[in-house]
């Protein structure tokens, strides 16, 4: 009977190559008989990628790979043992999708309107996805290592997260961080939950949540963002927490508790370690003043560092467009703000980027030759000179962040 059914999917996609027909797995199982699952099943672990392509959400296309296997063939290579008889998910996939689930309920818990309790639920979601999500990661990359314990348990969240980091090495130390903050809220702090934390909370939730749809890509070649809309927040007739709140006097802070204390203390140390260790990823999403001109603010919110001992520090970056117009404002920079606020990036920041964001990123001739082509644009690149008053010197090239964009639209169409 599978013999009949592989064959039915062979004759349904040699029909839609020679038609050049787009196709839904609904489709395919419809023609071979079987269950919409199974064929997902089928998609992920066989067909994906190497006699199909999604080309957007449920449509999809035949590669033309699929013109070079004879029916026997293609049938050889659908009866390969990599997947069970009866098409039943394995356990990555099983807690993969549940961590998927998870994480979703915690986006919409989040978005809503009203909820008590709102981030002492979200937060408890958010960690139990990362945790279903790391077991999955174990299963499926490293199958021999067991996410049991001895007496049958599964092994704690801490040990499951060190195993898969420890594993992926410092380009996702942050993620660890991260979660290690928001898991100790979740096992330490979560009954002194004061209101006063919304903004660091916040920070710390939407960090992880865009941690875990770069991780899930990266690893399961799933965007979040293909099941909904996450982009749309819910409207309030009053911004739910004001940055200029942590820079006066009269900041909400000093009226924590010592163990709240004690969780922001947490934050400021592990930014610190991460810091020492050369590490530029955050682990929460920061507020930046923005000056576009003197007249107005665009895009603006506040970076502020409260230090131990209640010191603040203020980061106002003005960013200028450098052009040619000789009716433009004349603006005297000097240069060492200019790399302190502007050109910040250097190759090798810009190399790990792409290496964790851009899929199937390689660093060849020919991101080579994008480089030296978004060099031409000095708004993307300035080289600094050991010595400034001699262009002899010793030189280094940096970057402005506005690079990452360029190449991520660069990639997108290539």
Wanted: aromatic share 14%; charged share 30%; hydrophobic share 35%.
């Amino acid at each position: 009977m599978a013999k009949d059914g592989y064959i039915k999917i062979y004759d349904f996609l040699i029909n839609k190559f020679k038609k050049k027909e787009g196709f839904t797995l609904e489709e395919i199982a419809h023609f071979a008989g079987y269950k919409v699952q199974s064929i997902r099943v089928y998609n992920r672990n066989k067909l994906r990628d190497k006699f199909i392509n999604e080309i957007e959400k449920n449509n999809y296309k035949v590669l033309p790979e699929i013109d070079s296997f004879s029916k026997n063939e293609f049938v050889q290579y659908l009866s390969q043992k990599t997947i069970s008889d009866d098409f039943e998910k394995d356990k990555s996939d099983f807690l993969r999708e549940n961590s998927i689930n998870a994480m979703i309920a915690a986006i919409e818990i989040h978005n809503k309107p009203q909820f008590t309790y709102r981030y002492q639920v979200v937060i408890i979601l958010l960690i139990n996805s990362w945790e279903l999500l790391f077991k999955s990661y174990i299963i499926k990359y490293y199958p021999k290592i067991s996410i049991f314990q001895s007496d049958g348990s599964t092994k704690p969240f801490d040990q499951i997260m060190s195993c898969v980091i420890d594993q992926l090495g410092k380009n996702y130390f942050h993620i660890r961080e991260n979660l290690k903050i928001l898991y100790s809220y979740r096992c330490d702090f979560v009954h002194y939950y004061n209101e006063s934390l919304d903004p660091l909370l916040f920070g710390l939730v939407q960090k992880s949540v865009l941690n875990y749809n770069s991780f899930i890509n990266d690893f399961f070649k799933f965007k979040l963002e293909s099941l909904a809309d996450f982009s749309i927040l819910p409207i309030g007739f009053k911004r739910p927490f004001s940055p200029i709140d942590y820079l006066t006097n009269q900041s909400s802070i000093e009226n924590l508790n010592d163990e709240l204390k004690h969780f922001l203390l947490m934050i400021i140390d592990k930014t610190k370690e991460l810091n020492i260790s050369d590490i530029q990823e955050t682990i929460l999403v920061p507020y930046s003043l923005h000056y576009k001109n003197e007249n107005r603010l665009k895009n603006s919110d506040i970076v502020a560092a409260i230090n131990q001992n209640k010191d603040i520090n203020i980061s106002i970056s003005q960013e200028y467009k450098i052009v040619d117009k000789d009716e433009a404002k004349e603006v005297k920079i000097k240069e060492v703000s200019l790399f302190d606020s502007i050109y910040t990036e250097s190759y090798s920041d810009i190399v790990t980027f792409c290496r964790s964001r851009i899929q199937n990123w390689k660093q060849n001739r020919n991101f080579n030759s994008h480089m030296k082509e978004l060099k031409k644009d000095s708004n993307l690149h300035k080289i600094r000179f050991l010595d400034p008053n001699n262009p002899n010197s010793s030189k280094k090239d940096f970057y402005s962040k506005n690079i990452y964009e360029k190449l991520i639209e660069i990639y997108a169409v290539s």
